[in-house]
């Protein structure tokens, strides 16, 4: 996440990155670590250091680990600075998160001041906001999916199912056994069934444009996969719908107005279903739908690198500070 | 798929390969064609000739199109000769065959002899069998999953959801662009979303230990794998076992119980799910439940070429002849 | 390759995209067919017409097979236009390209009009050029990594070993049982031993530089990867430079010196290599040495899609125009 | 490796499996960690405990990391056991693995009484050995490919270049960063250029059958592949044999000849090259001959975890006990 955001911020126009820090051994040219990037961007990758950033930064992207994120921020904020914390330690009610993530929250003060960064939701508020917490690349994929047919009032609220199949880079860049090539490669596997800590982050805001609270069910799997995620959304119909016998042209009609004008939403027409290849290295979100008896399939997919973390982030940046949604962004 | 079965029938203690057809250019030993079947059989592998079948071999495995085996299987089983059909022309009836795969069935008569080859449910009849459909390779997963469930009668049929995730060499060997490396490495998609062939498979046999008409719903998608199918199954339990609230434990316990002695069954312990590395290359088919709420989630993995092909073949044929069910297989 | 090159050229600051057209069925937006053109490209995508592709157009994009250029290309030529021609077509001497390519040539006097595509090597012939032969993605990497040493006279040519690993978008998008995922996936071949047909494209240039005719070997590779060619070239020291020893840190210093200034080529430090990772979705050519005794070790890496085809394309075109050379590429 | 040769051993018909030790955290019967020797084996892994192995075991295989063998072969070999060692330990003289690996070695007696264990060129000194070095992955691949034509001296020596592509087993089980999937995946590198462990063995064995020192050239390569090593060697004809114009269908013949009866070695027609998937889950090697010039290319194909170790340890077995060789094995 941390290569890509600086990847798109080195040829963004209205943008100059004044610091990088990160946990490394020994300080050094960004392009000497990412080659790709000489040519690009001249800067020195330092150690974390505060009183830099706040000196030489207006905005500060947080790529941060979870629970480190929240002992950052404050200091930013507090001096004047606006964040767009990539950590999930401000997308969840204090409870939530101490349930979820298994710690106290040191900044819960500030949970309520972050926006919620899905732009094609939350477009009015990101503009106004100094923190935003930055979505859950399933999260992402799977409300994209959801919250047309909720906010429409389609749907019977207790049969919604995601399950949803990521690429390994969703996992950070971690060396761990179970991210090795070779227990990944050629296998696939489900994990943290229903116990995901992005479960609580679909329900909370599938419970608002609902208006009740949600059990939203959420099965991740891994997939042999370096970028993307494809989540296949089960929903039935609400009990009185179900009597109208909607149809897929209908459904993919509401999806289409729903997502009118948003630069990063594609609807795919009856009939085709997207693929990660129409995602992958873009800030794009791609959505198919069909529609069987009572029921109603929703397919969505998205570069979780992109419109899964770094992408949105920049878009999020976009709208905060009035440049063009899609300066940087493919 | 008949490279499997050959390669098995090559080593099997019990039986000998007398004949061997192929649509082929140009006859061969069969060992230029697997360098790695050299030094295990000798046998040319020659055209087509059922004279030459019906003369030499007791029992005849089809590995045929569908639609092709309806017009050889006839000549064999009238000549006393057992048949084993890996293609899907004896799994349906009549009705249902014509609509899903668009042609008359030229065989009707012989479909009701067939015996539905998946031993866990109906060894009893396979051992008695002269024709056996042999099970498509997502029925195989995805029954192996529900059908303890249903027969338990604790789910509500209304609620059934089978998401398969399948590897390439599910379509067979074939010079076809949406199976092209290009097209399916670091890809994903869904694909027939709820009207694949192996839909009314499923339904067929679900509704036989329901004892009423079913509409599972059933989501096929391709990842980029060689070999292997995990199903991901979502089951509401029925209005009254919610009540009841039954844990993993519980449902771990009658899984363990329905498949006790199977040879070919591995029941994960609570807490552990399969993944595609626990069953490749094998016969087995693994599963792990995990039950939420009023949910339960069961997760099967088989490999598509053996479970769900050529190696349950030849455990039907193990079956039928009396033979050790695990001959030839591991 | 048709693919990238309407990406690169939707989003180009200098050009306009006023004619596409392809061997389709049916004409159609491109933006249908691709979905994350639409919002950059409004344009149709329609079947091959020379007349109207004359009157729109200043410059024409060839991406057409071997053996089509050449009876396309002339026309244009005549009317006036500039052409770059992505097939091998112009690129070998007439007796050199019936031997390889088993065809007579239809346009053998535009030959000698052609520029070879190499900017590193050959910029200021591309300046002026009216017909451009873009060079084959093996040739590009392996050039890149030997000419350097050739032009220095440090290497003796009779020892030159190209083995190149190529992904299989290498063979572009074709219905293929060998370009099939289960034939290519978990599997590598060499194939084409020595006698692919861009061994005399290799050849022709390395004796350029040489001043003799060569004989460099070249076996091709072909891995489970989508993007990228790694080619890891291997020379023994001309004689009278073994008795010199020179070591790994003096051919970094001629290969930094060679491409100083060169916007897409990275030589790594001593003591690193490139890999593919390095270059996937970038113009760039990245190259590393290692010498051990009387033999240097080049590897070189690039994306066989953009500096092996669609990119260097574009940077051809951005130096026949006086354009920024490196605008529309990353 | 340690998996492979469970499962292999634990069908063998002519031997039991009566310690099995690792180290682990908790003792665990073997079938938990892999189901699918459940139903196979019964046994307990347990922690190291050399009294327990030494009292129970006739035979051990040390699938223990380098540095570590020396330390616990001796105890075996002194106590009258036989040793099949899997490690680097016992496969050069003490010299050359101190330079390599970077220890001082704590068993240099031993050194002298091992047998170097490719049976394709020592059957007869390891039907007799009590301590077999089992040969690396690598050098496996190589040497076979390479000693044929030098035994027959038609190879010019001071030109032999190895260049291998490997899967990522070859490393082990290993959470390393360099292994992680979304390092590996979709990417390839050459490292450890010519000074990779593996050169000396090559060397060592080259050199014996040379009669003289020798400095083959090896270059390994990571791919993304689970299992398989491809070798591609290229030579040039001795000097005199240049002159005598040998080609392809000569080598090929020599070859045939050099391993007929080798129940593990496949040598490819005329014409014909190998690939990994003739190869992997099996114990064999498969070669391919092409000879261009004065140059003679030779491609080899193994799974590094069969002949390239687990498999070719118990075809040492097999030979020093007089079981028939293919006994396990495919």
């Given at each position: 996440?941390?290569?890509?955001?600086?990847?798109?911020?080195?040829?963004?126009?209205?943008?100059?990155?004044?610091?990088?820090?990160?946990?490394?051994?020994?300080?050094?040219?960004?392009?000497?670590?990412?080659?790709?990037?000489?040519?690009?961007?001249?800067?020195?990758?330092?150690?974390?250091?505060?009183?830099?950033?706040?000196?030489?930064?207006?905005?500060?992207f947080?790529?941060?680990?979870?629970?480190?994120?929240?002992?950052?921020?404050?200091r930013?904020?507090?001096?004047?600075?606006?964040?767009?914390?990539?950590?999930?330690?401000?997308?969840?009610?204090?409870?939530?998160?101490?349930?979820?993530?298994?710690?106290?929250?040191?900044?819960?003060?500030?949970?309520?001041?972050?926006v919620?960064?899905?732009?094609?939701?939350?477009?009015?508020?990101?503009r106004?906001?100094?923190?935003?917490?930055?979505?859950?690349?399933?999260?992402?994929?799977?409300?994209l999916?959801?919250?047309?047919?909720?906010?429409?009032?389609?749907v019977?609220?207790?049969?919604?199912?995601?399950?949803?199949?990521?690429?390994?880079?969703?996992?950070?860049?971690?060396?761990?056994?179970?991210?090795s090539?070779?227990?990944?490669?050629?296998?696939?596997?489900?994990?943290?069934?229903?116990?995901?800590?992005?479960?609580?982050?679909?329900?909370?805001?599938?419970?608002?444009?609902?208006?009740?609270?949600?059990?939203?069910?959420?099965?991740?799997?891994?997939?042999?996969?370096?970028?993307?995620?494809?989540?296949?959304?089960?929903?039935?119909?609400?009990?009185?719908?179900?009597?109208?016998?909607?149809?897929?042209?209908?459904?993919?009609?509401?999806?289409?107005?729903?997502?009118?004008?948003?630069?990063?939403?594609?609807?795919?027409?009856?009939?085709?279903?997207?693929?990660?290849?129409?995602?992958?290295?873009?800030?794009?979100?791609?959505?198919?739908?069909?529609?069987?008896?009572?029921?109603v399939?929703?397919?969505?997919?998205?570069?979780?690198?992109?419109?899964?973390?770094?992408?949105?982030?920049?878009?999020?940046?976009?709208?905060?500070?009035?440049?063009?949604?899609?300066?940087?962004?493919?």
């Open positions: 996440t941390g290569e890509e955001l600086v990847r798109i911020l080195a040829v963004h126009k209205d943008v100059e990155i004044t610091v990088l820090q990160a946990l490394i051994e020994k300080e050094h040219p960004i392009s000497e670590i990412f080659p790709r990037l000489s040519d690009k961007i001249d800067i020195v990758c330092r150690k974390p250091d505060e009183t830099e950033a706040l000196k030489k930064a207006d905005l500060l947080l790529a941060l680990p979870h629970k480190v994120s929240m002992t950052v921020a404050p930013f904020l507090g001096g004047g600075k606006s964040v767009i914390d990539l950590s999930a330690d401000y997308r969840l009610p204090v409870d939530e998160y101490t349930k979820w993530y298994g710690a106290e929250h040191k900044d819960g003060g500030n949970i309520k001041n972050a919620y960064g899905l732009p094609e939701l939350f477009r009015d508020k990101i106004q906001a100094k923190l935003i917490a930055n979505p859950g690349c399933y999260p992402t994929s799977a409300l999916a959801i919250i047309p047919l909720v906010k429409l009032g389609l019977d609220l207790d049969t919604v199912i995601v399950d949803s199949k990521s690429g390994a880079t969703g996992a950070g860049r971690k060396a761990h056994i179970s991210l090539f070779s227990e990944v490669d050629e296998n696939m596997r489900a994990y943290k069934v229903n116990e995901h800590q992005h479960k609580p982050e679909i329900n909370l805001i599938v419970s608002k444009f609902a208006g009740k609270k949600t059990d939203v069910v959420f099965v991740p799997h891994l997939a042999p996969i370096n970028r993307g995620i494809l989540s296949t959304v089960y929903m039935d119909f609400s009990p009185e719908k179900k009597k109208k016998k909607i149809n897929t042209a209908e459904i993919v009609g509401f999806y289409k107005d729903f997502y009118k004008g948003e630069p990063f939403i594609r609807v795919m027409n009856e009939g085709t279903l997207p693929t990660l290849r129409d995602v992958q290295y873009t800030n794009l979100c791609a959505i198919g739908v069909n529609v069987t008896g009572d029921k399939i929703v397919v969505s997919c998205i570069d979780n690198l992109l419109k899964g973390a770094a992408g949105q982030a920049v878009q999020n940046m976009n709208i905060m500070y009035g440049f063009d949604e899609r300066e940087g962004l493919v």
